[in-house]
């Protein structure tokens, strides 16, 4: 049986989501996980959490009360989509000992600071509790709601890069900036590297959380922070830090498509491995059209000029989706976009996805060295 390990636990009064993915070391034979007893409190857990597993596959999970009292346990019965696994939830400090799990505080305010519903996070240890080492920590900034076939099959957008991109050890926290949940300078501090996601809306757009968004973005550049941009996120970078961004004049930009690495990405510390061209899922119709002032362009491609750019070693912009899978494409295809685009546009989609599939194991291995500034 694989062991658990919990990346991050969300509540709120109607919905309870637990982000599971499989760790390389068993830490019990009956793998347990220990989150916040306050999140996971009786009176206020939904019948559902969604278990997210690995990079690719996650399953809806029934829960069931098995004893008395608010600090309690509760079985996690799931479905054969993820191999029958059947794992134990305890809920409060009393298991900490027996469990082998260290508890760690999210940085979430409302759980953290306030001790009501929010963010918190646990990672596996290898038996008893560690407090010797800091685990490395990063934050999340999601910028819109994913699709229900998104969140159903991986989580949601925040989910598919915490699965993407995390490791035993560390410490994932998700912002749902497009609510106006965001990391007070205090904690801005407190995370090694930050990833921002795409959106439905428009990185130009005048709404009040993504002017908020532009400021934070600025201060995490002024402290080379790790930053990690991907399509919203790669435009509202360059907005924030003095670029032009604005509609494709080409208009929907949704498929596989091949982009082409110039010679400065290859100057970068984390192009070691890379071949010069790469193929990357993508579904936009906005683009960077001016990068900004010191920023250096690190991709193109025939229908889209400005395809990835960094600044310096601390912030990497990417237009494309390295998270996505191809079935996230098809749905927004059939779905959400399917009003809006032109019967040309989903013809070239959907013959771009029949030409092959993206180079995801290399964005991987790529997003992963940038982020954590190292080669593995």
Same mark, same amino acid.
């Given at each position: 049986?694989?062991?658990?390990? =919990?990346?991050?636990?969300?509540?709120?009064?109607?919905?309870?989501?637990?982000?599971?993915?499989?760790?390389?070391?068993?830490?019990?034979?009956?793998?347990?996980?220990?989150?916040?007893?306050? =999140?996971?409190?009786?009176? $206020?857990?939904?019948?559902?959490?969604?278990?997210?597993?690995?990079? *690719?596959?996650?399953?809806?999970?029934?829960?069931?009360?098995?004893?008395?009292?608010?600090?309690?346990?509760?079985?996690?019965?799931?479905?054969?989509?993820?191999?029958? =696994?059947?794992?134990?939830?305890?809920?409060?400090?009393?298991?900490?000992?027996?469990?082998?799990?260290?508890?760690?505080?999210?940085?979430?305010?409302?759980?953290?600071?306030?001790?009501?519903?929010?963010?918190?996070?646990?990672?596996?240890?290898?038996?008893?509790?560690?407090?010797?080492?800091?685990? $490395?920590?990063?934050?999340?900034?999601?910028?819109?709601?994913?699709?229900?076939?998104?969140?159903?099959?991986?989580?949601?957008?925040?989910?598919?890069?915490?699965?993407?991109?995390?490791?035993?050890?560390?410490?994932?926290?998700?912002?749902?900036? +497009?609510?106006?949940?965001?990391?007070?300078?205090?904690?801005?501090?407190?995370?090694?590297?930050? =990833?921002?996601?795409?959106?439905?809306?428009?990185?130009?757009?005048?709404?009040?959380?993504?002017?908020?968004?532009?400021?934070?973005?600025?201060?995490?550049?002024?402290?080379?922070?790790?930053?990690?941009?991907?399509?919203?996120?790669?435009?509202?970078?360059?907005?924030?830090?003095?670029?032009?961004?604005?509609? !494709?004049?080409?208009?929907?930009?949704?498929?596989? *498509?091949?982009?082409?690495?110039?010679?400065?990405?290859?100057?970068?510390?984390?192009?070691?491995?890379?071949?010069?061209?790469?193929?990357?899922?993508?579904?936009? *119709?906005?683009?960077?059209?001016?990068?900004?002032?010191?920023?250096?362009?690190?991709?193109?491609?025939?229908?889209?000029?400005?395809?990835?750019? !960094?600044?310096?070693?601390?912030?990497?912009?990417?237009?494309?989706?390295?998270?996505?899978?191809?079935?996230?494409?098809?749905? +927004?295809?059939?779905?959400?976009?399917?009003?809006?685009?032109?019967?040309?546009?989903?013809?070239?989609?959907?013959?771009? +996805?029949?030409?092959?599939?993206?180079?995801?194991?290399?964005?991987?291995?790529?997003?992963?060295?940038?982020?954590?500034?190292?080669?593995?």
């Amino acid at each position: 049986m694989a062991c658990l390990r =919990v990346l991050r636990a969300y509540a709120n009064f109607d919905t309870t989501r637990m982000l599971l993915s499989k760790s390389s070391r068993c830490c019990s034979p009956s793998p347990t996980a220990l989150v916040c007893g306050r =999140v996971l409190e009786p009176d $206020r857990i939904s019948r559902f959490v969604t278990l997210v597993s690995g990079a *690719r596959s996650s399953v809806r999970a029934g829960l069931k009360r098995s004893s008395g009292g608010v600090v309690g346990s509760w079985d996690l019965f799931v479905s054969p989509k993820l191999d029958a =696994v059947r794992s134990k939830v305890s809920v409060g400090d009393k298991h900490l000992a027996s469990s082998g799990v260290r508890h760690v505080s999210g940085i979430g305010r409302s759980c953290a600071e306030h001790g009501e519903m929010g963010s918190t996070s646990a990672v596996a240890a290898n038996g008893g509790v560690e407090t010797a080492a800091k685990p $490395r920590r990063y934050a999340v900034l999601t910028t819109g709601h994913a699709p229900p076939y998104c969140v159903d099959s991986y989580g949601g957008y925040g989910p598919m890069f915490i699965a993407m991109l995390s490791e035993p050890g560390e410490v994932w926290d998700e912002y749902f900036v +497009l609510e106006g949940q965001f990391p007070s300078p205090e904690e801005l501090q407190m995370y090694d590297g930050f =990833v921002v996601t795409g959106s439905r809306h428009d990185a130009h757009g005048d709404e009040e959380w993504i002017e908020k968004l532009c400021g934070v973005l600025r201060h995490i550049n002024y402290m080379r922070k790790k930053s990690l941009c991907v399509c919203f996120g790669h435009q509202v970078l360059s907005r924030a830090l003095g670029g032009k961004t604005g509609r !494709a004049p080409i208009g929907w930009e949704v498929g596989l *498509r091949e982009i082409s690495l110039t010679n400065a990405f290859f100057s970068k510390s984390y192009a070691a491995g890379v071949p010069p061209k790469l193929k990357v899922l993508e579904v936009h *119709r906005d683009q960077v059209m001016e990068i900004p002032p010191g920023a250096e362009l690190l991709a193109s491609s025939g229908r889209t000029g400005i395809e990835m750019f !960094a600044m310096g070693e601390h912030a990497l912009a990417i237009q494309g989706h390295p998270e996505f899978f191809e079935d996230v494409v098809v749905d +927004l295809l059939e779905g959400r976009l399917a009003p809006m685009m032109t019967e040309a546009e989903k013809k070239l989609a959907e013959e771009s +996805l029949s030409k092959g599939k993206p180079d995801q194991k290399t964005w991987y291995q790529l997003c992963k060295t940038f982020l954590k500034g190292r080669n593995e």
